[in-house]
């Protein structure tokens, strides 16, 4: 059983948070926000225990942590949950600049812990593709009308 710890517990944090404890691999075990009223609701909806997010990464019991806190916070936390030994899953982007994103690897890398990138897109159906196929059909059809 995977005891996941949850930083953030605003829009994203809930659907995490469902997903987690639905999966019979995963259990959640505790909830960061700093606003204490996200934490708290999403702690009696699912009888876990407040925490800050550097207890909940310092605590050797987590064996992941899932971070859906606002984005400028994700490079830090992924490099301090990493540098404690945990499994991360982090919400999209990792960071608002290219430069920092490339620190947090360089960061990570030596840590050798697996962090993913929550990029619900990827795994969707293909509708970006089906969109890019009917805009380059559009701009064909837009061609063709043109050169009429
Ligand atoms: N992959 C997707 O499709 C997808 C969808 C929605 C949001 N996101 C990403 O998830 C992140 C959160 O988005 P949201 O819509 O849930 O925002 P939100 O504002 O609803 O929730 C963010 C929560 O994080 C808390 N927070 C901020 N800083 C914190 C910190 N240092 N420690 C603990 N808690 C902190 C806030 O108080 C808030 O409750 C963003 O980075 C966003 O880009 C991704």
Request: aromatic fraction near 2%; glycine fraction near 8%; charge should be neutral.
């Amino acid at each position: 059983m995977l005891k996941v710890g949850l930083l953030g517990a605003g829009r994203i944090g809930n659907v995490h948070a469902k997903a987690i404890s639905a999966h019979p691999g995963s259990e959640l075990v505790a909830v960061s926000d700093v606003a204490a009223e996200n934490a708290e609701k999403l702690a009696a909806d699912y009888g876990i225990a407040v925490k800050s997010s550097d207890a909940i990464i310092a605590d050797p019991t987590v064996d992941a942590v899932l971070i859906a806190t606002s984005t400028d916070t994700h490079s830090p936390l992924i490099e301090a949950a990493t540098a404690a030994g945990k499994a991360v899953l982090c919400e999209k982007p990792v960071d608002l600049s290219l430069e920092r994103a490339q620190a947090c690897l360089a960061a990570v890398e030596p840590t050798g812990r697996p962090v993913m990138i929550g990029f619900n897109r990827r795994f969707d159906p293909p509708s970006f593709g089906a969109l890019k196929a009917a805009a380059q059909g559009g701009a064909k059809s837009a061609r063709r009308s043109c050169s009429r």
